[in-house]
């Protein structure tokens, strides 16, 4: 029998060793959207992230990123849908815990835990580049400069975080506005380019990208706008999750595509040649387009840019692992520690915990992480699709929510099309993320289903 959670035992796990802890619901739509949308971080990722799918995919790289928007939606739908059924700050775990069984729960909580902590300090050592025009720093040393100032920032209200990182976005939406406006006003080459599927191979000459290596990208495409799952981070302070959680992950969803997308297109367009696009230095790009002033201009809301995503992202990581801990993951001093709020209604032990390591990670080689990242985001979305699926039966059917449209043709297609992904994905990375996926298994057999009375009880506060 499958060994999920019914409300009458969420109950239960709202009297904890160290007391029920809860988080205020202080943000409208505007503010969560302002939030998850800065953990999307369009113009970190298109400068980013974008550049790496640039050298491998050449002018496929609009496509690719089309598709996995495209996939994006059928995975918002079941985060909305998940998101007001259940509004919990443990994100995915919660929602898959409940509808698809405990282990199931716990091995999404491991996979949400290993991105969250691994994608910041790798986008904030980026920082470096974009502040050279003003400052050379060592990409480590800015990264754990970064990752540090976020998790200052964290310890702060959610409400005032709203307002910080909402005066960030507008500076990194508008620096992606320049460049996809430059690009477009230097256009190189025509539209049907986007369809060439060509990447610079030896000596400049001209490869064919094949459809395999474009599902293979899918993996990096789907992390490109993978923030919008934010929002259900946020659901329990958000104000009316059962119809803001919803708006927020649509909302997110569709602006951030359009911020990234666009500006792609317009790079793919206006690069010389095959050579400067598959280099993926985009800075250059601005530079020859305008003047070096511009550049600057750019590179200092880039990293402006990154600074917000650290921000946003030790935000939602200190809720996964404060939910984690009144939801009793751990041995019961843990679980004491992780879960104590602070002046602020901030968990601040919990904020501290991601952002040091984070601050770490910007001294260790962290050259396979963008593979293992993006197995673990599509692993992640193939149980979430899983436990939409599932989301209606018994008495599930009845709770009030918003409910996806197409169901359940929507998540099947889903859960056939991710693990065709999965498939196509590096060896290496596949094992990387197999082995941790076995460990916490394993501590899930020995630890937690042994203690299943008093351990791993996922909460579900009232609205």
Not at 270 to 277: F, K, Y
Request: proline fraction near 5%.
């Amino acid at each position: 029998m499958t060994d999920t959670l019914r409300p009458a035992d969420t109950v239960g796990a709202q009297a904890p060793e160290h007391g029920h802890a809860t988080l205020n619901r202080s943000i409208g739509v505007v503010g969560g959207t302002l939030l998850t949308l800065s953990c999307v971080t369009p113009a970190s990722t298109l400068f980013v992230v974008v550049p790496d799918l640039f050298g491998t995919l050449g002018t496929a790289t609009a496509l690719t990123i089309a598709i996995g928007s495209l996939l994006c939606i059928a995975v918002a739908f079941c985060y909305s849908e998940l998101g007001t059924l259940i509004p919990s700050a443990g994100g995915e775990y919660a929602m898959v815990s409940t509808l698809a069984g405990r282990l199931a729960g716990w091995l999404v909580f491991v996979l949400s835990l290993l991105v969250v902590m691994i994608v910041p300090p790798v986008i904030a050592m980026g920082t470096a580049d974009y502040l050279a025009p003003v400052i050379h720093l060592d990409p480590s040393v800015a990264g754990a400069g970064v990752m540090l100032l976020a998790t200052l920032a964290g310890l702060l209200d959610l409400r005032a975080n709203a307002w910080i990182t909402g005066v960030f976005l507008v500076l990194e939406v508008i620096a992606a506005a320049v460049v996809a406006l430059l690009g477009f006003t230097h256009a190189e080459r025509g539209p049907s380019s986007l369809l060439s599927m060509q990447v610079a191979g030896a000596h400049g000459h001209a490869d064919t990208v094949t459809a395999m290596l474009v599902v293979s990208g899918l993996a990096i495409a789907l992390f490109v706008t993978q923030g919008f799952s934010t929002a259900v981070y946020l659901s329990e302070e958000l104000e009316n999750p059962r119809r803001n959680v919803a708006r927020t992950v649509l909302a997110t969803l569709a602006i951030s595509t359009v911020i990234i997308l666009v500006p792609v297109v317009a790079i793919t367009l206006g690069a010389s040649d095959l050579t400067e696009l598959t280099g993926g230095d985009i800075g250059t790009m601005v530079t020859a387009w305008s003047n070096s002033a511009v550049g600057t201009f750019v590179s200092l809301c880039v990293a402006l840019a990154i600074i917000n995503a650290g921000i946003v992202m030790v935000i939602q990581n200190s809720r996964v692992l404060f939910a984690s801990a009144r939801d009793k993951a751990w041995p019961s001093p843990v679980n004491t520690v992780f879960s104590k709020l602070g002046r602020f209604g901030s968990p601040w032990v919990a904020t501290l915990a991601v952002g040091i390591p984070g601050a770490a990670l910007c001294f260790v080689n962290l050259d396979t992480l963008y593979g293992v990242t993006g197995v673990s985001v599509t692993g992640m979305y193939l149980l979430v699709a899983v436990a939409a699926l599932l989301s209606r039966r018994n008495h599930h059917r009845h709770t009030p929510a918003w409910r996806m449209p197409l169901w359940p043709a929507m998540p099947i297609l889903l859960i056939a099309v991710l693990t065709y992904i999965l498939t196509q994905q590096e060896t290496e990375y596949l094992l990387w993320t197999g082995g941790i996926t076995a460990a916490a298994t394993l501590y899930w057999a020995l630890y937690l289903r042994p203690r299943r009375e008093t351990r791993w009880l996922v909460s579900i506060p009232s609205e």
